[in-house]
């Protein structure tokens, strides 16, 4: 199947979780079989280098030149659903349409999915959501964290999803959450990841610290959640003792890892290096909504993970440590596996087991929602009429 996908915002480089979102989502589309036509609508602008990334991964790809804008993102009012769309997308849309025999369409967010409305009804309609978007800033206000991006009403967000046959939710409470004013169905489609575990030893040899990572951006988030560590970890000094935290990505550069107890690697270009040389992996994530990215890929590399409770929705967890309810229990967690280091063993077993059969639940359902169609696998141009 020829399937359109159109996104606000690239998929390359995979620097933000949303971006790792989008491009592992096409990557598993293509794996099933499916040809990927990436429009990217140039939203956030383009570099060279990351074009001709998008260019060598899908088999094509459309740009639209950015047009830079101020967008109100403050949270003083709710923004209209197609407040932030970019009207040439549609025309864009139309033109790929008329030549090719598009199978399905895949907007990336309700907010940028306008162009759903002239699409034949013949060709099925998909919203991935990523998020909650309806009061989003009312519950970053709610979390102690300051609004940005965007955030709609219900109604509004209801609006875009009905442009839509089925809207993705990437987890279960989000996908309740939708349901309850979504006029289409809903389904839950996670983070698409492959296995990479690193079976290098972990656990300190005598004489040196354990090495606890954390990979992250620098949202709005991940800052509050480094704020927050940093104050819980100056009443744990003894840490200091048995720790080195090894911070990864851009949230190097947010004054909240200003802390000397972190040692700064910023942008890593091989999280796989990065992963391996860490004995434990940290996700203190408080607050937030959506799928904690960094969790999964945490979980495919094999690494023992502590994390909140916050850091692990949308993932089925069976170990103690995977829903830490708070910042002071997970600075103890560390103070008992400082204790007893053989804890992380078990730790690590029960997230490659859960990370296995996530996966493969992801991917049984994208297989029912994208079945093979062997009357539009051309990749010439349109098959027919």
Request: charge should be negative; hydrophobic fraction near 40%; proline fraction near 5%.
């Amino acid at each position: 199947m020829h399937i359109l996908v159109t996104s606000p915002i690239p998929s390359h480089p995979q620097n933000h979780g949303n971006r790792s979102r989008v491009f592992k989502l096409c990557q598993a589309l293509q794996r099933e079989g499916h040809a990927i036509h990436f429009l990217y609508a140039g939203f956030e602008g383009l570099t060279q280098g990351q074009e001709l990334a998008m260019r060598a991964e899908w088999d094509f790809v459309y740009v639209l030149p950015h047009k830079p804008k101020k967008r109100q993102q403050d949270g003083s009012r709710p923004h209209m659903i197609d407040e932030w769309f970019i009207p040439e997308v549609t025309d864009t849309v139309q033109t790929i349409l008329s030549r090719w025999n598009i199978g399905a369409v895949l907007a990336n967010y309700a907010w940028f999915s306008q162009h759903l409305e002239k699409v034949p009804p013949s060709i099925i309609k998909y919203i991935d959501s990523h998020d909650r978007f309806a009061d989003r800033h009312e519950k970053l206000r709610a979390d102690g964290i300051a609004p940005s991006w965007f955030s709609t009403t219900k109604k509004e967000e209801a609006k875009g999803f009905a442009r839509a046959d089925r809207i993705f939710a990437i987890q279960e409470e989000e996908a309740a959450v939708f349901e309850s004013y979504c006029p289409v169905p809903v389904d839950v489609v996670g983070h698409f990841l492959d296995a990479q575990f690193i079976d290098r030893p972990y656990g300190a040899t005598k004489g040196q610290k354990l090495k606890a990572g954390f990979m992250a951006s620098d949202n709005a988030i991940n800052r509050r959640t480094m704020a927050d560590l940093c104050s819980a970890l100056k009443e744990f000094p003894e840490l200091d003792s048995v720790y080195d935290f090894h911070i990864a990505g851009a949230i190097c550069s947010c004054e909240e890892t200003a802390h000397p107890a972190f040692i700064k690697h910023g942008f890593v270009a091989d999280q796989a290096a990065f992963y391996a040389d860490m004995d434990l992996v940290l996700n203190p994530n408080m607050g937030g909504s959506g799928l904690k990215i960094k969790s999964v890929e945490a979980l495919g590399f094999g690494r023992p993970l502590i994390a909140t409770k916050d850091a692990m929705i949308g993932i089925p967890t069976t170990h103690r440590l995977h829903q830490v309810p708070d910042m002071q229990s997970f600075c103890k967690a560390l103070s008992e596996i400082a204790g007893d280091p053989s804890i992380l063993s078990g730790l690590n077993a029960a997230g490659r087991q859960e990370f296995l059969a996530y996966q493969e639940k992801q991917r049984s359902t994208l297989r029912r929602l994208f079945p093979q169609d062997d009357t539009s696998d051309d990749t010439t141009g349109k098959a027919h009429g």
